[in-house]
Every structure is written in C-alpha cells, then in structure tokens.
C-alpha cells in the first residue's frame, strides 16, 4: 500500500506542493511563485519537475498514490481550471489530465474554497459538522458548503461561488465580466479600493497614506494601531460582507460558517459588523442560529491538508506499478 500523497495549493502569488502522509503529517514541501508562469504550458512543466524533485528527494515515487490540487476556479468534476477572473491563464485549462498525462499519476482538483472545506472537515474547526460553510477571503471571495454531511456542488460543479453573488447591480465591474459581484468590495482589490475611496473623501491623517503599497495585511496592521481610516474600511467592508452572507444563509440554513484567509487574519474589525449586518438581514427563523467561527488552522497547511484528502479519494492510476 502507498501511504503517501502529494497535495499541491495554487495561489495568485505562489503554488506549495507537499508529501503528505496517511496521518496528515506533511514531509517535506516547497514552493515556487506561481506569477513566473503566465503561459499554462511552462506552468504545468514547471510545477510537474518541482512535484518530480520533491518526490525524489523524499522516499521517491514508489511511496506516491496520487496527486490532489486546490485551485481558484477549479472544477471538481471535470479537473480544470475554469474561466478564473483571477489567475493569469484564461478559458478551461484541463489541469488534471495534463499533470496526470506528464506524472503517471492519478491527479484529483478540485476549488481551493472545496479544499479548505475538506481540510476544515477532516482536520479543522468543522470536524463533526453535517450542514456548514467554509468562506475563504483572499484575491477573491470562495466558499463550499456541506449539507447532511455531504459537500454540495451543484449540477455542473460550481456551487457555492459566494464571490459573483450581486452585492450592487450598478457596482464595480468584477473580473467575471458582470457588475456589482460582492468580491469586488470584500475581496483583496475591493478591501484596497475601500481603503482609497475613504483616504479621497477625508483629510483625515492616516498610516494608510504613507503605506508604499496598499494591501489587507497593511490595512489589518493600521487597525492594530488604532488608524480611523484602517478600522472604517474594515467596518464597510464587514457590513457589505455580512449582507452577502445573510442572504447565502438564508438559502442553505447551516449551523456554522468557518472564516479562512483575509476575513480570519482581519478578525473583530471585520467580523463583528459583519455579524450585525448578518444578523439583520438573515432570514429571522435562524437568527442568532448560525455560529460564526475563525479557522485556527494556517492556511497554507490547510489547504494542502485539503489536496491531500482529495489525493486519497481519487481512483488510484499508475503508469509505475
């Protein structure tokens, strides 16, 4: 029996593959920036030879059952990257097949928000759970959900895109190609673009005028500090946040919903009016019913946790036994 499997996390900035064991314990990992590679082609050469190096380098390939891989605008079913708004490669990249095809190995991807499920669920905050949420915040805005112990991802495997829910038919223009999308305000860019519509309106002084470059992790540190303007941002941005999970809420009545990412980093200064908002526009049968809980685990760690647990559920396929 092999009793290992390699869980790779693809993210705008970098992509870490990892040897994981049956136990969960990660062996070895390593990393390389995804941004170096906006041809699909040198991506998929690039992450194959690292998946090669980490594998020889670590018990080699015979310890190896498969390949699981979390990444934005994954699709679970069909194993490709579909249309992200996100990511440099554009259109259906057949991921999966072509890793599968270059490995020799069964290869399993699926959303990286389906994968921080699977590593809550199995390893997490929503271990025991039958009917939870899990919403990742970073570049966009991801969530899975699970009903009656189940993951849900609908007839064609995109279920649970909490990101393009309309927050504003007239809103900003979201990298999907419509308006509005609730990402566009809670999302890496729209949080930044709260942030310098709050500076443009005030002469307020603030550390967030003096920053070399904007970002969440900036804006989350100046709240620290007691900035004004860091901690509005936050607020506006919980508000808006907590409309769009009152009205996803409303439809699947779970008993939890598991904070990852940029919303689990920015912690009361986003949550806690996200929770108000919430709880003032959720349907009023499951008022003050729906648990909000921050992921105590890191998010990296995470999300390989969850590839990993993709790895092992694939149909196991070998070019080497």
Do not use: Q
């Not at 440099?88 to 057949?94: E, R, S, V, Y």
């Not at 989350?220 to 946040?241: N, P, Q, S, V």
């Amino acid at each position: 029996m092999k009793t290992r499997v390699v869980g790779v996390d693809i993210k705008l900035a970098k992509t870490t593959c990892a040897i994981v064991d049956l136990r969960g314990n990660i062996i070895a990992s390593t990393d390389f920036p995804t941004a170096d590679h906006p041809f699909i082609g040198d991506y998929v050469a690039v992450l194959c030879e690292t998946i090669l190096n980490l594998v020889e380098s670590n018990g080699g390939y015979e310890s190896i059952r498969s390949v699981g891989i979390s990444a934005p605008s994954g699709n679970f079913p069909t194993g490709s990257i579909v249309n992200s708004p996100n990511m440099p490669w554009k259109g259906i990249i057949p991921l999966a097949a072509m890793m599968r095809d270059r490995l020799g190995l069964a290869v399993a991807l699926a959303n990286n928000a389906y994968a921080t499920a699977l590593g809550e669920r199995t390893f997490g905050a929503a271990h025991g759970m039958r009917d939870f949420v899990v919403v990742s915040v970073g570049s966009g805005v991801g969530s899975c959900f699970y009903s009656s112990g189940h993951v849900h991802m609908g007839a064609e495997g995109f279920a649970g895109e909490l990101g393009h829910l309309c927050y504003d038919p007239d809103g900003r223009e979201c990298g999907c190609g419509n308006k509005g999308c609730l990402e566009t305000y809670c999302a890496e860019k729209g949080i930044i673009l709260n942030a310098r519509e709050l500076l443009d309106a005030s002469d307020k002084p603030s550390l967030l005028r003096d920053a070399a470059e904007l970002s969440s992790t900036v804006i989350i540190e100046a709240c620290k500090k007691g900035d004004e303007i860091a901690i509005e941002t936050m607020r506006r941005t919980g508000e808006i946040f907590g409309c769009g999970l009152a009205t996803y809420a409303s439809v699947i009545d779970p008993e939890a919903i598991i904070f990852t990412g940029t919303a689990a980093r920015a912690g009361h200064w986003m949550l806690e009016p996200a929770y108000k908002a919430f709880e003032e526009h959720v349907f009023h049968n499951i008022n003050n019913r729906v648990k909000f809980i921050i992921s105590t685990l890191d998010d990296h760690v995470r999300n390989i946790l969850g590839a990993s647990v993709l790895a092992w559920e694939v149909k196991e396929y070998s070019l080497f036994k």
